[in-house]
């Protein structure tokens, strides 16, 4: 049976695809956006996370490390082994492991807790990131083993994968919400630490495979919402005949904490979220071209 690294299982969720869903965090991706929501999902192996607040300074993580290398007890050393004592051994659960092993039947047996609500609001399964074709023969796993069930499912990816592997994943899931970024290749590499070549070449591809593509696009200031990127995103995916709608997503900052919880540099960025007023005036630039546009997920 495959097994995969899965970070975070998030069900009730709202934002992930029609209806009530269960979101399935696979870890890794290839891509080092610095809004990225889940920078714990970039790495393809398990890390430790502190929670500064909630730390105690009580010892008790200090005293169930195997290897006597916590220190104080507020971070996480280069050399930690990752074996959980001390996650096991926190009071206030200030310490936690991004990334635990599952096999395909422990994830279905999750998702399926909560069949009765995907059935009542035409909901299902979303497998998410980071980026899942990472992990490409675990997510085909899922992806079947759901069909099975006659659970409906969703995929979200950037599309930085082989085609081969996308097409044959796209056959197994419902529905696709494909992250778009940038057009312009100079600017996607600056701001993703990749080029968007194979992201635009997939997305051609795909669209010509499957009938269910939602295109979501973050909007961050100051990185892809100028008018000439945002125009363009429009006619591209205008141009795709498996797109059914656009998702416009509003930059946040829930990231900035998490870099801290990873012992990552937190960088010297004051980015806001875009107003409301100001995800109105894009979405028109996105209606204007024949797209069915929403804000948020």
């Known amino acids: 049976m495959e097994r995969g690294l899965v970070f975070n299982i998030q069900k ?16 890794g991706c290839p891509a080092r956006c610095w809004w990225c929501h889940n920078p714990e999902s970039q790495a393809p192996e398990p890390e430790a996370t502190v929670m500064a607040s909630r730390c105690l300074a009580c010892g008790e993580c200090v005293a169930a ?25 926190c009071p206030p659960g200030a310490r ?14 999750v998702v399926m807790q909560d069949r009765v609500f995907y ?8 497998f998410s990131g980071g980026e899942p074709l990472m992990q490409y023969e675990f ?32 056959g ?19 701001a993703t630490g990749l080029g968007n070549r194979l992201v635009l070449d997939n997305l051609a591809a795909l669209g010509q495979a499957h009938g269910a593509i939602w295109i979501r696009v973050p909007i961050i200031p100051g990185v892809n919402d100028d008018m000439g990127n945002l125009a363009a995103t429009a ?58 546009t929403r804000i948020g997920g």
Not at 65 to 89: F, H, M, N, T, Y
Not at 119 to 126: A, D, L, N, Q, Y
Not at 143 to 164: H, K, N, S, Y
Not at 239 to 251: A, E, H, M, S, T
């Open 12 to 27: 009730y969720s709202i934002s992930d695809g029609p209806g009530i869903r269960t979101t399935v965090f696979l870890k």
């Open 96 to 109: 936690t492991l991004a990334g635990t092993a599952m096999t395909t039947a422990q994830v279905l047996a």
């Open 139 to 170: 997510l085909r796993s899922l992806l079947a083993a759901c069909r099975e069930q006659g659970i409906r499912t969703a995929v979200d990816t950037g599309g930085f994968a082989p085609r081969e592997h996308l097409l044959e994943i796209a």
């Open 172 to 190: 197994l899931a419902d529905l696709i919400l494909y992250d778009l970024k940038l057009m312009d290749d100079r600017r996607h590499r600056e």
């Open 119 to 126: 059935e009542e609001s035409g909901g299902g399964v979303t």
């Open 235 to 292: 006619r591209l995916a205008a141009g795709i005949p498996g797109v059914r709608q656009v998702n416009l997503l509003p930059f946040h900052r829930t990231w900035h904490a998490k870099l801290g919880r990873l012992g990552r540099a937190m960088p010297d960025n004051d980015t806001a979220t875009p107003s409301r007023e100001r995800m109105e005036e894009v979405a028109e630039i996105f209606r204007g071209a024949g797209l069915t």
């Open 65 to 89: 490390c195997p290897r006597g290398i916590i220190g104080d007890g507020k971070q996480s050393p280069a050399d930690c082994i990752l074996c959980g004592a001390c996650v096991e051994a």
